[in-house]
Every structure is written in structure tokens, then in C-alpha cells.
């Protein structure tokens, strides 16, 4: 390609090819513009490379060698060696996860930079360090004395030679021969007041930098682009909100919610009273609610929202009520229907695996108006699946659907009021900038009588005793959950996984106890006769992976063994602990780790251990996984926050919101400058669309 510009399709630029280009459009690559935007995850500083001499035991280094030796090395566990020397000495480079694919990554002579925590066994060591491939001595030179970007990685992008190395190369030909610059759209007056980069500067350094210092720089200014963008949706769909009203509505709440509470077997405690006003006045507004519920696991959000839906019904009106998982879906509707229909209110379940037959009789009374609450998973947004006068929408797990499958169930109604539910807290310090065009109402507390579940962390060599544990627990009339990572074995992945285990531990170590698995792929009534023989305490152990993570009830479940909660995110880790200590009895939680376990996993693990409040955990686990990864925003439709970091970043929060609202304010008046950073965020918008409703 001669000239390159910003809309240049990177299919035709040096080094991608068709091949790449096809690769590269999976991960959003299309452009040259895209690849200017696909950021390093991080740095290797070689502007300090160590010999392997100098090495400190215990600090991080970056070395360089050559591959002298490689290999398996059978013991405990199955791992591969690699040994690199330089001038001065030798280290041991070691992979336990991954054996099949380190096997033909090494060819003795070949030069790695490696960069990781320096450990000693018999001489330094490194456990599963970033690695990087030099071609030659003098590329080793290139290398050695300046900051090198890391960009993310995957198997398929390494298969292509569009690893670390190769985006490299393609975005160092980009930059230099690269004759378009981005336009900077914010004004000059704002760029100077907030102290932020050129945009164009920004990109170029983000990629390049000279030093640490210049990385916080860039980093800083395209994170106010990102909270910018993130938050001009926000504002425009409460000003939406605003202009919208609803054609139905309620009276105030009659016999059916008081005849309800009276089934109850517990009174509602002061925080899901105090949320329920907070709906009733949403549902009695011209507007339509937009409401975001939220708690820590188990603090009943379920029963508010049946509650809602129970003064729906009072008013002649429907209610959906979509779960991410048949298991949940199935648990609410076993849980509440014979309720409900104690005081007359319809309700039925409709999912995927129910017969055809079934689904479409189910459809036709929903349509007719003879069913007022329909469970259901994303069978819901069926075209076979009408409502007569859909009022309220609910979505459980709200992160776990796309925009599309809500816009779809939304639209079944006219303007319906939403509740979306979450058990994954908002950190408080995000609440706005994530949910702003939402009402957020928080259920605080658990219930009373619930006991502290105790955690501990352990390593794979105690399994024996936790075993033991396991044991006592089921002689004392509890159950046990012990969760895996994987179903099957796994090529790429050293991990146990849980048909392996339930082979093995149920013939042997568990033999004389009753011993069940569930997992993604079992069929749905055998998983649902699994599920209810566990709830019924007819099996001791459940085996299973995290399909089990959301929703699933069984307060005899005293036991949980997470397998490899080194591979776990907390938010993840705290979702699976709500699965016990849900009725009176004492429960414990067991999370096993296996080797390697790197620096980041161990403070994860320290802090799972350590905390059960929810909202902590959703801090922690913000700072360390980022807004991105832990809410869905890919899946929920909203531009990913890449480079955001919540902690350090809340003066640029704040500062992007007060630039909004000025901008809103004038937006009639705004002068050439103003109107160019409007129409930038405008289209940028088109292409994102956060709503949890209908769009």
C-alpha cells in the first residue's frame, strides 16, 4: 500500500494480508483507525534489561537469552523447561499450564526477552513470565534499551503471526507511514484547562512512549475520551427518559401484596421495604421506570420483584420476568407459582428446552392475557411470545444479556416499566458514571439468621484433609458443591475438570456418598432431576462447573471447593460462595489453588478470603479487572471502557460530566468549537446504544 489514511482498510498494509485481515476483523479491526485504538495491555521496560547474574530473588527483572536447553519434566505435576543463558548465567523457565502449546513455541539458540518475578529453586527461575521472541542479535539491541508495548493476546491471534511481535511491527509501519492525523476534538480551551494531550499525540505515544511518565500522559487523555463518550449516552438517554411517558396506570397496591406477605414464611426486612416504595412511586409516574435493583447475594431481591409484579397483575397488567439460565429461570418459577396462584395470579415458565407443543400454547395464552407472569430465559423474545398488555419487564442478571435480546423483549410492550436486577454490586464509585440514566435502589442487609460463611484458601496439597472436611460436613447432614473450571480436558489448558474428577472421586474417594454432576452441556432434564435429587438431599455432593453460579437455592448446602480459584475473578468467586450458607447451619467455603500462582492471583485469593461484604469485593474487583470485563459492557452494547481506572481516574469522571452538562445547557448556542466536539460524540454515539430498555 503506498499512502496510508485513517479509513485505509488493513487488509492492504504491509504484513496483514487476507489471512490476518480476516483474523484481525473478529477482534473489531477493520480500519487503520482501529488498530490506532487497540491499546497495549502493558509494558516491558527494556530500558533496563538485567544480566542474569545481577538478578534479585523475589523482585521483578527482565532478562534476555538464548534457549541453551527444553524440555518435559514429569513430577507432581506435568511442566515444561526452558533454560536461557546470557553472558553471565542461566535461568529456568517454567510453564505448568499451556505444556502442549510452550512444546512448539522453543528451538534451542533461539533469543526471548523475559520478564517476570525472579524466584529460587536450585537456581533463579521464572514462572510463566511474559515472554517475547528477538529475531537477532541486533534486534536484540533494537529491544534492549527502550519501553516495548504488550498488546492482548490469543491463541489465534499468535497461530497467524499476530502475536505480541507481529502487531508491533504492522503498527510501527502504521505510524510511519501514516499520512492523516487524527483530528483533536475537543476545544483548545478545555484541552488546556483539564491539562490533557493532543488526541493525535495521545494515540502515537500510547503505542511509542519515551518513558513510564509519558504512558500515564497519554493514558489519562484517552481515558477522559472514554468516560466522555461513555457519558454523553448517559445524558442522552435521560434527557430520552424525560421525554417519554407511559400509557398505562396503576392504582395504589391492593389485597394481593398484603395476602402474599401473608404466605411468606419471613417478614421482608427494612431495606427490601424501603426499595419496594421506590418502585411502587416508579410504577405510579407517567414515565416509565427505569430502574436498576442491586444487593449483595441473597438479600432478596426475587421476592421484591415478584412483589412488583404482583401489583402489575392488581392492575390488569403483564409482567416477563427473563433469567440468563434455565436452572434459574426454572428455580423461580418452582419457588413462586404455587404461590402465586394461591392468590389467583397466573404465572408459567417458558424455555428453550420445553417441546415445541408446549411453547406455542404457552405463547397463545400469554398473547391472550391469561397468563400474568412468564418466566422464561431468552425464550422469551420469541416472535411466537406476545403479551395482551406487557406492563413490566424484568431481567435478572441484567449484564448477561445483549442489548438486542432486552430491545427485543422490551419492545413486546408500550413504554413498560423495567426493573433490571443485578448481584453483582456497582461500586458506589462508578454507580453514576455507569447507570447514570437509571435509578439505582440497593438492598441493604441479608436477611436474620444467617450465619458468617467462613472461607479459607488452601493449595492442592491440602486436598486430602479438605476431602476429610467434605466428609464430616455430609456425616452431619450437610452437602457439598466442589466446582471445576473445565468439563473435559483440555489441549491448551492444564486444569482439572469435572468429568475427570467425578470419574474419579466418586468410584473412589467419595464411593460410599451419592455423588452427582452437572455441567453446560448435560441435557436439561437430566440436569433438572440432577439439581432437584440435590435439593431433595438426595445426593450428598453436587460436581459441577460455574453453571451453578447464579441463582441455584439449597440451604442444606454447607460445603463449597473451588477447584483453581487461581483462574477466578472475585466478583466470580463471591457469586459461587452465595450458592451455601443460605439456610441456619454454619457453611464454609474452600478455595483451592494450584501452582503457578502469580503475585496478582494470590492478593485476589488473600482478599476473597478475607472479605464477604459484596460491595467491597465489587471495589476490589474493579480495580483489579476494570468496568469492562466485570458489568458486560461489550455484551450490554456499550463502548468497553479499555484504559479507565476507576480509583485514580474520578477527578476525569467528574470533569467529563461537568464539560456535558455545559454543553447540554448550550447546546443552541454553541459556538464552532463546541459544535465540532457535539457532532464528534453524536456519531460515535450511532454506533452505541446502552439503553437496558427498548433502545
Known amino acids: 500500500m503506498g499512502v496510508i489514511k485513517l479509513d485505509s482498510p488493513l487488509q492492504y498494509v504491509k504484513g496483514v494480508g487476507p489471512r490476518k485481515a480476516e483474523i484481525l476483523e473478529k477482534y473489531g479491526l477493520v480500519q487503520v483507525r482501529d488498530l490506532l485504538f487497540y491499546f497495549p495491555r502493558q509494558y516491558l521496560d527494556r530500558t533496563c534489561v538485567t544480566t542474569i547474574n545481577q538478578l534479585n530473588v523475589n523482585h521483578p527483572a527482565t532478562i534476555i537469552g538464548v534457549v541453551k536447553a527444553h524440555g518435559l519434566l514429569y513430577g507432581k505435576r506435568r511442566r515444561y523447561e526452558v533454560i536461557l543463558e546470557d553472558d553471565t548465567g542461566a535461568i529456568a523457565i517454567l510453564f505448568f499450564q499451556g505444556v502442549n502449546y510452550w512444546q512448539k513455541t522453543f528451538k534451542k539458540g533461539q533469543i526471548f526477552a523475559a520478564t517476570g518475578t525472579v524466584k529460587w529453586y536450585q537456581g533463579y527461575q521464572m514462572v510463566h513470565p511474559e515472554l517475547e521472541r528477538l529475531e537477532d542479535d541486533s534486534d536484540k539491541m533494537i529491544h534492549a534499551g527502550r519501553i516495548i508495548p504488550v498488546y492482548p493476546q490469543t491463541a489465534e491471534l499468535n497461530k497467524v503471526g499476530l502475536n505480541s511481535r507481529g502487531m508491533r511491527k504492522i503498527s510501527s509501519f502504521i505510524f510511519d507511514n501514516l499520512k492523516e492525523e487524527i483530528q483533536d476534538y475537543l476545544p483548545n480551551k478545555e484541552s488546556k484547562e483539564l491539562d490533557l494531550l493532543d488526541l493525535n499525540q495521545a494515540i502515537t505515544k500510547i503505542h511509542y512512549p519515551d518513558n513510564r511518565d509519558e504512558v500515564e500522559l497519554c493514558r489519562r487523555r484517552l481515558a477522559f475520551d472514554e468516560l466522555l463518550g461513555f457519558q454523553y449516552l448517559v445524558f442522552k438517554n435521560k434527557i430520552s427518559k424525560e421525554k417519554t411517558f407511559k400509557k398505562h396506570k396503576y392504582k395504589k397496591p391492593g389485597i394481593k401484596l398484603k395476602e402474599f406477605k401473608e404466605q411468606l414464611l419471613f417478614k421482608f426486612t427494612s431495606g427490601q421495604k424501603k426499595v419496594l416504595n421506590e418502585i411502587f412511586e416508579d410504577l405510579q409516574s407517567k414515565h416509565p421506570m427505569t430502574r436498576l435493583l442491586q444487593g449483595d447475594v441473597g438479600c432478596g431481591k426475587t421476592v421484591v420483584a415478584i412483589s412488583a409484579s404482583l401489583y402489575v397483575a392488581e392492575n390488569k397488567m403483564q409482567t416477563a420476568f427473563m433469567a440468563p439460565t434455565e436452572i434459574l429461570a426454572a428455580q423461580h418459577y418452582r419457588n413462586w407459582s404455587g404461590l402465586l396462584e394461591g392468590i389467583g395470579i397466573k404465572s408459567a415458565l417458558l424455555t428453550a428446552s420445553i417441546k415445541p407443543a408446549e411453547k406455542k400454547e404457552i405463547g397463545k ?312 466536539m457535539y457532532n464528534y460524540l453524536t456519531n460515535k454515539a450511532e454506533k452505541n446504544n446502552p439503553r437496558l430498555g427498548g433502545g
Open 365 to 676: 395464552l400469554c398473547s391472550d392475557g391469561e397468563i400474568d407472569i412468564l418466566f422464561g430465559t431468552h425464550a422469551l423474545i420469541y416472535d411466537y411470545v406476545g403479551f395482551k398488555k406487557l406492563g413490566l419487564v424484568i431481567i435478572d442478571e441484567q449484564h448477561r444479556f445483549g442489548v438486542e435480546q432486552r430491545s427485543k423483549l422490551y419492545a413486546k410492550g408500550d413504554n413498560p416499566d423495567l426493573l433490571v436486577m443485578t448481584a453483582t454490586p456497582i461500586p458506589r464509585t462508578l454507580a453514576l458514571t455507569l447507570y447514570g440514566d437509571l435509578d439505582i435502589s440497593t438492598i441493604e442487609g441479608l436477611p436474620p439468621g444467617r450465619k458468617k460463611i467462613r472461607t479459607a484458601w488452601r493449595s492442592e496439597d491440602s486436598l486430602e484433609k479438605i476431602y476429610q472436611f467434605v466428609e464430616d460436613e455430609i456425616n452431619k447432614n450437610g452437602q457439598a458443591y466442589i466446582i471445576y473450571p473445565l468439563i473435559e480436558k483440555s489441549e491448551q489448558l492444564d486444569l482439572e475438570n469435572v468429568e475427570d474428577a467425578f470419574s474419579e472421586l466418586s468410584k473412589n474417594r467419595f464411593k460410599d456418598y451419592k455423588v452427582g454432576m452437572v455441567h453446560g452441556r448435560t441435557k436439561p432434564k437430566a440436569r433438572d432431576k440432577i439439581l432437584k435429587d440435590f435439593r431433595d438431599g438426595n445426593l450428598d455432593i453436587l460436581m459441577s462447573t460455574t453453571v451453578i453460579e447464579v441463582g441455584l437455592d439449597n440451604p442444606n448446602a454447607t460445603v463449597m471447593i473451588i477447584n483453581h480459584a487461581e483462574r477466578f475473578g472475585l466478583a466470580q468467586l463471591h457469586q459461587l460462595r452465595g450458592r451455601i450458607g443460605r439456610g441456619e447451619k454454619q457453611s464454609t467455603l474452600i478455595a483451592v489453588s494450584y501452582p503457578p500462582v502469580s503475585d496478582y492471583a494470590s492478593q485476589r485469593l488473600q482478599y476473597f478470603s478475607d472479605n464477604l461484604d459484596g460491595f467491597k469485593i465489587a471495589e476490589a474487583d474493579l480495580e483489579m479487572r476494570g468496568p469492562g470485563e466485570m458489568f458486560g459492557l461489550r455484551q450490554a452494547g456499550i463502548p468497553e471502557l479499555k484504559v479507565v481506572r476507576i480509583s485514580s481516574d474520578r477527578d476525569l469522571m467528574e470533569k467529563a460530566r461537568s464539560l456535558l452538562e455545559k454543553m447540554f445547557r448550550l447546546q443552541d448556542n454553541l459556538d464552532e468549537e463546541y459544535q465540532i
